[in-house]
């Protein structure tokens, strides 16, 4: 049985605390000039290995290419642990406000949760209500009020109360999982793995949801077919020359990387001004995986260009893997087509 653990909504601020961060207005500019969809077979920094090389070839600057067998890549993932995020749509832009529960919320938090954890399920639903009253956007309070249900096996009252806090707010991952789980005690798997995955991709790098969609799939039929875009790679620059350092399969991705972050121009030609390598942009990392494609034969066995999946990949396996906050600006379209390849490509 997967553990469950109710994320801590925080304490000490009255309210709904409105925070806007810095980094949802610069995703929210990401996203405009990205695109969707985006034609790739139109865009000009979808570069072949070769193109790549020839760039290399007349620059200014000396690349030095370096075949590193035994380079690994151990890049920490984050995951959103304490997720209270609601989403909202105002004049056709996308925003994230963060918020945290009242003194008076948390207080009837805590009480619902120590009558959970003593089975005592019909006074946990009084206590989660209550929060309702202080904190009305809370909307996480459903999905406790659905697992207290589950909890005591009424399975249609956690059912109808997890489609509630998802209908309140799609972007939170705990009703979906809470809800896969639902489905998988009443039957409906198909149903069970479309909410688990919909969970993965909102928290992208929790080990339970993965692990409980990949169980999900392996149970049913339906294997799980467990690769991923990890390049072994790094480059950096010293004494004023480039170093490209790369286990061979990961070579085309790591040539494309270091222009992106090295060459004069080429960014700033893309993408413009706003560019800076720290931060992940789909056009930088598509452009180094369509570099790669010919050098990795794991990816382009998987890779169907004419399968319209090019763009989903790139945000299931490298966007929202990096940076899990992403996903929440994604539109809904979007994001039920990365749904979808993820139920075609793994």
């Not at 806090?165 to 039957?187: M, Q, R, V």
């Not at 998987?302 to 893997?321: A, C, S, T, V």
């Amino acid at each position: 049985m997967i553990n469950r653990e109710k994320p801590n909504p925080g304490t000490n601020i009255k309210g709904i605390k409105m925070i806007k961060q810095k980094i949802i207005l610069f995703y929210t500019l990401l996203l405009i000039s990205t695109g969707y969809p985006q034609n790739t077979g139109n865009s000009r920094y979808l570069l072949s290995a070769a193109e790549v090389l020839k760039i290399m070839e007349v620059s200014k600057i000396t690349y030095n290419i370096i075949d590193s067998s035994g380079l690994s890549q151990n890049a920490e993932l984050s995951v959103l642990s304490d997720q209270n995020y609601i989403q909202k749509e105002e004049d056709g832009s996308t925003s994230i406000l963060q918020y945290q529960l009242s003194d008076e919320g948390m207080s009837n938090f805590t009480l619902g949760e120590n009558e959970f954890k003593s089975r005592s399920y019909s006074a946990a639903i009084h206590y989660y209500t209550k929060i309702l009253t202080t904190d009305k956007n809370y909307y996480k309070a459903y999905s406790y009020i659905g697992d207290s249900y589950f909890a005591n096996g009424n399975y249609d009252s956690a059912k109808y109360y997890f489609e509630l806090a998802i209908e309140k707010n799609f972007i939170d991952y705990t009703p979906h999982w809470f809800l896969a789980d639902t489905f998988n005690k009443i039957g409906d798997h198909d149903s069970a793995i479309k909410e688990m995955t919909i969970a993965h991709l909102l928290n992208r790098n929790h080990p339970d949801i993965f692990r409980g969609l990949k169980n999900f799939r392996n149970n049913w039929g339906k294997k799980w077919d467990d690769w991923e875009i990890n390049p072994k790679c790094r480059n950096y620059e010293k004494d004023g020359k480039i170093y490209v350092e790369s286990y061979i399969d990961w070579i085309g991705y790591d040539m494309a990387d270091a222009l992106w972050k090295y060459e004069p121009g080429f960014a700033d030609g893309i993408i413009g001004k706003r560019y800076n390598d720290s931060l992940v942009y789909y056009q930088k990392e598509a452009s180094c995986v369509m570099a790669n494609i010919n050098s990795n034969n794991m990816v382009e066995e998987r890779i169907i260009l004419g399968d319209n999946y090019f763009q989903e990949m790139i945000w299931y396996e490298i966007m929202i893997k990096k940076v899990p906050k992403l996903v929440f600006l994604l539109p809904r379209d979007f994001f039920n087509r990365i749904v979808d390849y993820v139920n075609k490509h793994h």
